[in-house]
């Protein structure tokens, strides 16, 4: 098996058999889910078995298997609910025309997401990096990437940082510090979001945001 067929057959293991489409089959896989979420985030990950994910979700291993084929097929349907609700609020978060508070809303954004359920978060980040090869492109990553993107190229007036890289960097830093924060555990939201801000001005070219008189590149009106 070559490399393309062996990544087909993966992305085979880790997609969903079937969609729910009523009521009752949106409970079952919804509480396959949160039976999964649940033992990773109390227990360690060779723990969360297909049989203890039905266990815990009150359903037969013949249900689970209905619309997962794999535990791995779990866990990516677990990181991409996980990403759904970030991503929305962060394409909110980059409305204002206040650009400056825009960036401080996408990071608070980022942050209470992380510690909203920190010790979900953590075995979820590893289970995405060591899943990435055989996972779908995330749709919701490309979209939150081309709102970043035109919301740099929209009012950064630097020009040593080219919008797409740059919009790249920029989720790069605040997820790395954001899944740091939850590694550690008890980080409160104030501080994290302060030393996230300090880092993205820092990189978009603010010499001292600490200081009334700089105005960052980022926070320049068209």
């Known amino acids: 098996m070559n490399n393309s067929q062996s990544k087909a057959a993966g992305a085979r293991r880790v997609k969903p058999r079937n ?19 649940h033992i990773l985030e109390r227990h360690r990950l060779d723990a969360c078995t297909t049989n ?7 359903v037969s291993i013949g249900s689970l298997y209905q619309y997962f ?26 409305e204002p025309d206040d650009r400056c508070m825009a960036l401080r809303q996408l990071i608070e954004v980022a942050v209470r997401h992380q ?9 979820l980040d590893f289970e995405q990096h ?16 081309a709102a970043l993107t035109g919301f740099m190229r929209g ?14 960097d920029l989720m790069a830093i605040i997820s790395s510090v954001t899944d740091a924060a939850g590694r550690r555990g008890n980080a409160e939201p104030a501080p994290l979001v302060a030393r996230i801000e300090a880092a993205v001005l820092g990189y978009l070219g603010a010499p001292d945001f600490n200081e009334a008189a700089t105005t960052p590149p980022i926070c320049n009106k068209e």
């Open 69 to 94: 084929p794999t535990k791995d097929a779990v866990t990516v349907a677990l990181i991409e609910r996980k990403r759904t609700g970030p991503v929305r609020d962060a394409l909110l978060a980059l």
């Open 19 to 37: 969609a729910p489409s009523q009521p009752c089959s949106t409970h079952t896989v919804e509480a396959i889910l949160e039976g999964a979420a």
């Open 130 to 145: 060591r899943l990435s090869a055989v996972m779908p492109v995330p749709g919701n990553g490309a979209a939150m990437h």
């Open 155 to 168: 009012g950064y007036s630097g020009a040593m940082l080219a919008p797409e890289p740059a919009a790249s």
């Open 52 to 58: 203890a994910i039905a266990a815990r979700a009150g």
């Open 115 to 123: 510690l909203r359920r920190p010790a979900l978060a953590m075995p």
